[in-house]
């Protein structure tokens, strides 16, 4: 709920009070409702408190205790809450009025380096030890809050943004090169993936799931938490499966709605989203509080090009599932006038690094602004459940069983598959049998190969020897039609750690700006966990894809959500639409982009001048998901994070 920042002089000399004060000065772009400091000799801590949970309220943070001889600064909210009460045996009187960052430090003491595992939320924090002479500091396993470290010879410095670290005296701002060749080399969302580096050269960041302790001069970093896939829940009757997701979802909406202010919730037409804002909902009323929802729509002027399965505007959706929830205030919110290119000096200042979310970045912050205006602490939403709480295998589950020679069961799916659909149940077959059988599919679809183009600087990539680089982390360049495997897609997904980093990295700047937390509820370890664990035949069930969440929200979304299968919500549909009137200074600022000295060092630029080409022949609107548009935007937002630091 804080901005951290923190000193220690590696040479036990004391932190000076210009470097400390510079720090927190840096600090002051973001409200506050208490800034607080705590020096000890080579060592500084500083917190500068936005107070979102009603415990946190007159908080002193950083915060010494005496008796253990630990003091911490944190930016934390934790949710087990209850679970650490028993673990830390903590008296009942106390429970109410207890921090976060006291339950903390009370786990340090308990279990040391251990302490992460045992934490469930969105944290980073640091402690000193005083007793081991040790500075031990921590991230939450999805990174959801950032934490960024510069370490010389002499001194260790951290905060929760980028900008007070460069109060350190002679340190200056440079591009780091690797971070800026895997940012042009990834092909997907991820701007990185290494998740150690940041796109300044000597400025790091610890990652996700990760934990820091600097003692006697050395630095040692370790991941703390692996999620395992392997472990499997057994229960006898589907309904049972049913009553063991709500109860664990419950649980976790419910401990995500502790604030003192209001609660806000980011709301589409979709299942994710809507199973949040339906849990949170009823649980509000109990407390007699009420929800406001947030959505994005398209601004009045626009026409919907996509196909029939996909849905520009979900606002039909997004009123159904208001009305029948109720007790929720709805905003609907379409950012008449701006557009991705006046949103990239924005998110960039916010940001700090560049981004590759051009086409969400609008509403993204627009949202986190409304809510401020609207007094809400806490903004729920459902962005992971994707790959939780809404997973489904889709046609790899049939092609499974095809593979597995359980025919009967495949015949009885598909049957009512296409009833649900109201279509034949064999056209399926031939796609299933390529998914079950890759190596054939890919024979008959060679020509449908997709390869990302090239687009960063032969001799660049030679240089930072980035392909081998993000080929060992499993990033293709070329995906074949029929060689992705969505369910080890997904076990990867949670291996890693670089996959939620950027939105971790956004999240948290915009929440200092706004002083209100981002809060996913179906990002919990242990809805994850749960999810993560069951049969996938609960999550494809009846001729449902998505099937979990389907079910468990009958009697908690309208059917027309609940059952929709046929219109899925597409985002950034509208983004060319609100950049024709600049469509012509948009090409104009290309052209100087690419005929940019320091831009032809590191990017192809004879891929540029060809995609430039296309964009050329005007704003048509289905540019937004074509890779010609999507190399040149994020080289143009290279070029402009270039061209403000140097």
């Not at 009370?106 to 040391?112: F, P, S």
């Not at 709480?389 to 069961?409: Q, V």
């Not at 027309?560 to 219109?567: A, F, H, P, T, Y």
């Not at 190399?631 to 290279?638: A, D, E, G, H, P």
Request: hydrophobic content about 40%; aromatic content about 12%; some cysteine.
């Amino acid at each position: 709920m804080s901005a951290i920042a923190g000193i220690l002089n590696l040479n036990g000399e004391p932190v000076s009070i210009e470097q400390s004060t510079g720090m927190m000065k840096a600090l002051e772009k973001f409200p506050a409702n208490d800034i607080q400091t705590w020096h000890k000799d080579n060592l500084f801590l500083g917190c500068h408190a936005q107070w979102i949970t009603p415990e946190s309220i007159g908080e002193q943070l950083p915060f010494y205790d005496y008796e253990r001889r630990l003091a911490i600064t944190a930016d934390a909210i934790i949710d087990n809450r209850e679970e650490l009460y028993q673990l830390l045996q903590i008296d009942r009187e106390d429970r109410k009025k207890i921090t976060d960052s006291q339950l903390i430090l009370l786990a340090y003491h308990k279990w040391g380096e251990e302490s992460p595992k045992f934490l469930v939320g969105d944290f980073t924090y640091v402690i000193w030890d005083e007793k081991e002479q040790k500075l031990f500091g921590a991230r939450d396993f999805s990174g959801s809050r950032t934490l960024y470290y510069f370490r010389n010879a002499s001194t260790f410095v951290f905060a929760t943004t980028i900008e007070p670290i460069f109060t350190t005296p002679r340190l200056q701002k440079q591009v780091d090169d690797l971070w800026l060749a895997e940012f042009l080399a990834v092909p997907d969302m991820n701007d990185t993936v290494d998740t150690s580096i940041t796109a300044y050269k000597n400025i790091k960041q610890l990652s996700p799931s990760h934990t820091i302790s600097i003692r006697n001069n050395e630095v040692k970093i370790e991941r703390y938490k692996v999620i395992n896939c392997d472990h499997k829940t057994k229960f006898n009757t589907d309904s049972e499966y049913i009553e063991a997701f709500r109860d664990v979802f419950k649980t976790s909406v419910n401990n995500r709605l502790r604030t003192h202010l209001g609660v806000g919730a980011h709301l589409s037409g979709g299942l994710d989203s809507g199973a949040v804002v339906s849990f949170a909902s009823r649980s509000l009323k109990e407390q007699k509080k009420g929800l406001h929802t947030f959505s994005y729509i398209p601004p009045k002027d626009f026409v919907d090009w996509t196909s029939n399965s996909f849905a520009a505007n979900e606002s039909p959706y997004i009123k159904s599932t208001v009305n029948f929830v109720g007790n929720i205030e709805d905003h609907y919110l379409d950012f008449e006038g701006e557009s991705p290119i006046s949103e990239i000096d924005k998110t960039l200042s916010i940001n700090e690094m560049p981004f590759k979310f051009y086409g969400n970045a609008i509403w993204i912050r627009g949202i986190f602004e409304e809510a401020r205006k609207n007094n809400i602490g806490v903004l729920l939403n459902g962005g992971r459940g994707n790959l939780s709480i809404s997973w489904g295998p889709g046609l790899s589950y049939y092609a499974d069983l095809l593979k597995k020679m359980h025919w009967l069961r495949l015949f009885n799916e598909l049957n009512l598959y296409s009833k649900t659909m109201q279509g034949s149940r064999y056209r399926l077959l031939p796609e299933i049998g390529k998914i079950a059988f890759p190596t054939v599919g890919n024979i008959i679809h060679r020509n449908q190969v997709i390869e990302f183009p090239d687009l960063i600087n032969s001799s660049f990539a030679n240089q930072t020897k980035i392909y081998d680089k993000i080929a060992q982390y499993g990033v293709e360049r070329i995906k074949k039609p029929y060689s992705f495997n969505i369910s080890n897609s997904r076990r990867k997904h949670f291996e890693e750690v670089f996959p939620w980093n950027a939105t971790g990295t956004i999240g948290t700047k915009l929440s200092l700006y706004n002083s209100l937390w981002k809060r996913d509820p179906t990002n919990d370890i242990r809805v994850i966990n749960f999810c993560l664990s069951i049969p996938d035949d609960q999550f494809m069930k009846n001729g449902f894809n998505r099937a979990l969440i389907r079910r468990a929200t009958q009697g908690y979304l309208p059917d027309n959500v609940r059952l929709n299968q046929k219109v899925r919500g597409i985002q950034a549909a509208d983004s060319i639409h609100r950049m024709k009137h600049e469509w012509d200074a948009f090409i104009s600022e290309l052209e100087l982009v690419i005929s940019d000295s320091l831009v032809k060092e590191i990017t192809n630029i004879s891929l540029l001048k060809k995609a430039l080409e296309v964009l050329k022949e005007g704003p048509k609107p289905s540019l937004i998901f074509d890779l010609n548009f999507t190399i040149l935007f994020r080289t143009l937002i290279v070029y402009r994070f270039i061209k403000k630091i140097i």
